[in-house]
């Protein structure tokens, strides 16, 4: 059974900080590693999605990928009251299922 | 343009009744998802579908719920004689090779 681990939250931080999102994940075949924004009632959007071991900076966004230690995180830069959701860690093989952790709230506190 | 698009976005049901749910994704995408979330829980996977077949399903989509892609576009989710527990979320998404896209999702509030 392949498992996706987050902390469900809510994770608290101010405007302007850095929020830091942790996911970790057992399947140690895993290929390809996404984070996904969801606001209450909506679809899930992807922000990033990373392959490699190592950083992944987007805007605002860094992804980091650790294989060995089977962790990937998300840091958000510069913390936004919009940025305040539920970020989804998710898992996959490649041209396989996804499979989606719990989730963690984010909520920015102007 | 967005990659996936669902059909209705919201649809109310007689426990009993069926349900169809559409996705269009953009074309020469090959591989697609059902995933359903129940109202604050997690995304769950139910069927991929491959080459117009079904690749792997999860042990909720059982005899109930069946996929098609009846006209080379549309891809279908049909759910026979929906149950209270069947309201959620339903999101179709398709595979791009380099990521998976989530379409906006069709809310099936059964009643």
């Known amino acids: 059974q392949k498992e996706v681990e987050q902390n469900s939250g809510p994770l608290s931080v101010p405007e302007g900080a850095i929020a830091s999102l942790n996911c970790t994940y057992s399947?140690?075949?895993?290929?390809?590693f996404f984070w996904y924004r969801q606001y209450s009632g909506k679809s899930p959007e992807l922000i990033m999605f990373?392959?490699?071991?190592g950083d992944k900076e987007d805007g605002r966004f860094t992804a980091q990928l650790n294989k060995a230690s089977q962790y990937v995180s998300l840091l958000i830069r510069d913390s936004q009251p919009s940025d305040s959701a539920t970020y989804l860690c998710?898992?996959?093989?490649?041209?396989?299922?996804?499979?989606f952790g719990t989730g963690t709230k984010l909520q920015v506190i102007p | 343009e967005p990659e996936v698009t669902q059909t209705p976005s919201h649809q109310v049901t007689q426990m009993g009744q069926e349900v169809i749910l559409r996705c269009v994704p953009i074309?020469?995408?090959?591989?697609f998802y059902w995933y359903r979330q129940i109202l604050g829980q997690k995304v769950e996977f139910l069927v991929s579908?491959?080459?117009?077949?079904?690749?792997?399903k999860s042990e909720i989509f059982d005899d109930q719920f069946s996929v098609e892609r009846p006209d080379g576009s549309n891809f279908t989710l049909k759910i026979r004689s929906t149950k209270l527990e069947d309201s959620a979320m339903y999101f179709c998404?398709?595979?791009?090779?380099?990521?998976?896209?989530f379409g906006e999702g069709s809310w099936l509030t059964v009643v």
């Open positions: 998710a898992v996959t093989g490649g041209y396989q299922k996804v499979t």
């Open positions: 399947d140690r075949g895993s290929q390809s």
């Open positions: 990373i392959y490699s071991n």
């Open positions: 074309s020469n995408h090959l591989y």
């Open positions: 579908f491959y080459n117009n077949e079904i690749s792997e």
């Open positions: 998404a398709t595979d791009t090779g380099d990521t998976i896209y």
